[in-house]
C-alpha cells in the first residue's frame, strides 16, 4: 500500500512581485512558447485554489526562477534518467506526466519506463497489450491499493502506444513486508541488500533527514521507535526503484530511462535521485516535482519548510490546483485510533 501523505494545498507567493507579470502564469499571453507547446496547464481538472498565482509555474529551484513548459522539455531531452512525480489521487499529476512523456515520444525518444506502482510479482505481460485496460487488469490494478486506474490511463495509453519498455519499480508485496518487519537482509536477501548498499549505514546527515521526512509524511504520528524501520523501508524502496530506473535505460533505444513515482521519492537529497547518483555517477539526472498549492505557504520557502530543506529539494517543481481540502492527517489519526480499538 502506498504510504498516506499530507496533502499540500494553496499559497499565496509574495516574494520576487517580477514573477507575477512575467514567468508566473502558465497563460500564452504571460509567458509565450514558440506555438507547439500546449497542454494540460491550459484546461485543470482539479479546480481548488485554482486560481492562486503560483499555479501552472514550473519553478527551478537552483536558478532562483520559473521556467516555461518548453525549457522543461529541452532539460527532459538532455536527461539520461528523468523522474517524473506525482501526488498519487490527483488527476492532472497524470496528465502531466503523459503529456511530458508525450513530448518525449514526439521529439524521437524511445525511453524505458519504470513505474512505483507495478511490483515485480505482478503479471506484466509480454509483450505488453495495446490496451490500457488489458494491463490493468493483467496487473490485476483494483485491488492494489492504488488509486483508480484511471487516474493512470492517460499515461500508460501514451507508454503503450509509442510500445515503451515497461518495467516495475517496487519491491515485491512480500519483501516489503519482511523488510518492514525484519530489515533489509532479510527482505532483499544479503546479496541484493550489499549490491545496493543498503548493509551499509547512510551519512548521518542524510541518515537525519530521511528520518524527518518519514516522520513528517505520517503527519508526526507514528510512534518514535517505529521511525528506525521505517526509514530503512523507504531507503530501500528509493534504491529498488532507482536500479529500476538504470535498468529502463538499458532496455531503451535512445538509451534513456523515465520513472514515474511519488513526488516524495524524487527529492534529490535522499531519495531516488540519490542513489541514482551512487549507482551510475556518469548519468544526469533531472527530476520533476509535482506539488499542489498550499493555501497555508506564503512564499516558496515555507514550500522548502516541508521537506525541512532551505529550497526545494528537485532539479524542477511544477505547481498544480489541489484536488481537494481533506484533512490527510485526521484520516491518518482516525485510522490509527481505529486500529488501536481493533
Same mark, same amino acid.
Given at each position: 500500500?502506498?504510504?498516506?501523505?499530507?496533502?499540500?494545498?494553496?499559497?499565496?507567493?509574495?516574494?520576487?512581485?517580477?514573477?507575477?507579470?512575467?514567468?508566473?502564469?502558465?497563460?500564452?499571453?504571460?509567458?509565450? @512558447?514558440?506555438?507547439?507547446?500546449?497542454?494540460?496547464?491550459?484546461?485543470?481538472?482539479?479546480?481548488?485554489?485554482?486560481?492562486?498565482?503560483?499555479?501552472?509555474?514550473?519553478?527551478?529551484?537552483?536558478?532562483?526562477?520559473?521556467?516555461?513548459?518548453?525549457?522543461?522539455?529541452?532539460?527532459?531531452? !538532455?536527461?539520461?534518467?528523468?523522474?517524473?512525480?506525482?501526488?498519487?489521487?490527483?488527476?492532472?499529476?497524470?496528465?502531466?506526466?503523459?503529456?511530458?512523456? !508525450?513530448?518525449?515520444?514526439?521529439?524521437?525518444?524511445?525511453?524505458? %519506463?519504470?513505474?512505483?506502482?507495478?511490483?515485480?510479482?505482478?503479471?506484466?505481460?509480454?509483450?505488453?497489450?495495446?490496451?490500457?485496460?488489458?494491463? +490493468?487488469?493483467?496487473?490485476?490494478?483494483?485491488?492494489?491499493?492504488?488509486?483508480? @486506474?484511471?487516474?493512470?490511463?492517460?499515461?500508460?495509453?501514451?507508454?503503450?502506444?509509442?510500445?515503451?519498455?515497461?518495467?516495475?519499480?517496487?519491491?515485491?508485496?512480500?519483501?516489503?513486508?519482511?523488510?518492514?518487519?525484519?530489515?533489509?537482509? !532479510?527482505?532483499?536477501?544479503?546479496?541484493?541488500?550489499?549490491? %545496493?548498499?543498503?548493509?551499509?549505514?547512510?551519512?548521518?546527515?542524510? !541518515?537525519?533527514?530521511?528520518?524527518?521526512?518519514?516522520?513528517?509524511?505520517?503527519?508526526?504520528?507514528?510512534?518514535?521507535?517505529?521511525?528506525?524501520?521505517?526509514?530503512?523501508?523507504?531507503?530501500?524502496?528509493?534504491?529498488?526503484?532507482?536500479?529500476?530506473?538504470?535498468?529502463?535505460?538499458?532496455?531503451?533505444?535512445?538509451?534513456?530511462?523515465?520513472?514515474?513515482?511519488?513526488?516524495?521519492?524524487?527529492?534529490?537529497?535522499?531519495?531516488?535521485?540519490?542513489?541514482?547518483?551512487?549507482?551510475?555517477?556518469?548519468?544526469?539526472?533531472?527530476?520533476?516535482?509535482?506539488?499542489?498549492?498550499?493555501?497555508?505557504?506564503?512564499?516558496?520557502?515555507?514550500?522548502?519548510?516541508?521537506?525541512?530543506?532551505?529550497?526545494?529539494? @528537485?532539479?524542477?517543481?511544477? @505547481?498544480?490546483?489541489?484536488?481537494?481540502?481533506?484533512?490527510?492527517?485526521?484520516? %491518518?489519526? +482516525?485510522?490509527?485510533?481505529?486500529?488501536?480499538?481493533?
Amino acid at each position: 500500500m502506498p504510504a498516506v501523505l499530507p496533502r499540500p494545498a494553496l499559497a499565496l507567493i509574495l516574494l520576487m512581485g517580477w514573477l507575477m507579470t512575467s514567468s508566473m502564469a502558465p497563460s500564452a499571453q504571460a509567458n509565450p @512558447f514558440d506555438g507547439r507547446l500546449s497542454g494540460p496547464w491550459t484546461d485543470w481538472q482539479t479546480e481548488l485554489d485554482a486560481d492562486d498565482p503560483l499555479v501552472g509555474t514550473i519553478w527551478d529551484p537552483a536558478a532562483g526562477h520559473a521556467i516555461s513548459p518548453e525549457a522543461l522539455v529541452s532539460r527532459l531531452l !538532455a536527461a539520461d534518467l528523468a523522474l517524473l512525480g506525482e501526488v498519487h489521487d490527483n488527476p492532472d499529476h497524470h496528465r502531466l506526466q503523459a503529456w511530458m512523456l !508525450a513530448q518525449l515520444v514526439e521529439r524521437g525518444r524511445h525511453p524505458g %519506463l519504470a513505474v512505483e506502482m507495478i511490483r515485480p510479482d505482478q503479471t506484466l505481460p509480454d509483450p505488453l497489450p495495446e490496451s490500457p485496460d488489458a494491463l +490493468a487488469q493483467a496487473l490485476d490494478w483494483a485491488n492494489t491499493g492504488w488509486p483508480e @486506474f484511471a487516474l493512470y490511463r492517460p499515461l500508460f495509453a501514451t507508454a503503450l502506444e509509442a510500445r515503451l519498455p515497461l518495467l516495475p519499480a517496487n519491491l515485491a508485496a512480500e519483501q516489503l513486508r519482511t523488510t518492514a518487519r525484519q530489515g533489509v537482509v !532479510a527482505g532483499l536477501g544479503e546479496a541484493r541488500a550489499q549490491n %545496493l548498499g543498503l548493509t551499509e549505514p547512510m551519512p548521518a546527515d542524510l !541518515a537525519a533527514h530521511l528520518a524527518e521526512a518519514v516522520r513528517r509524511g505520517h503527519c508526526g504520528l507514528m510512534p518514535e521507535k517505529a521511525i528506525p524501520a521505517m526509514a530503512q523501508t523507504q531507503r530501500a524502496r528509493d534504491a529498488v526503484m532507482a536500479e529500476a530506473l538504470i535498468a529502463a535505460r538499458e532496455h531503451s533505444p535512445s538509451r534513456q530511462g523515465v520513472l514515474i513515482a511519488g513526488t516524495g521519492h524524487l527529492r534529490s537529497d535522499v531519495a531516488v535521485p540519490y542513489h541514482a547518483r551512487r549507482f551510475r555517477p556518469d548519468l544526469a539526472t533531472f527530476s520533476i516535482g509535482l506539488l499542489e498549492v498550499s493555501p497555508d505557504k506564503p512564499t516558496l520557502e515555507h514550500y522548502a519548510e516541508r521537506f525541512n530543506t532551505p529550497t526545494l529539494p @528537485f532539479d524542477v517543481v511544477w @505547481f498544480t490546483p489541489r484536488l481537494d481540502d481533506t484533512d490527510h492527517c485526521a484520516e %491518518l489519526r +482516525a485510522h490509527m485510533k481505529r486500529k488501536s480499538t481493533e
